[in-house]
């Protein structure tokens, strides 16, 4: 079974996105919480992620 890190908007808890764990490079996580963020209008500390 393949794990995910999910990408939530913390106001809403609807989730935005999701990438698998294997085969993430470093900074990935931070990186994808950027360009959600931008790409949305959020600020980086409105997006929590969660391994599932």
Do not use: C
Not at 25 to 47: C, K, R, Y
Request: proline share 2%; glycine share 4%.
């Amino acid at each position: 079974m393949k794990k995910w890190i999910v990408f939530y908007n913390k106001h809403t808890n609807n989730e935005l996105t999701r990438i698998t764990i294997e085969g993430t490079f470093p900074d990935e996580i931070q990186a994808t919480n950027e360009l959600l963020a931008s790409d949305i209008g959020l600020e980086v500390t409105d997006i929590y992620t969660l391994v599932k």
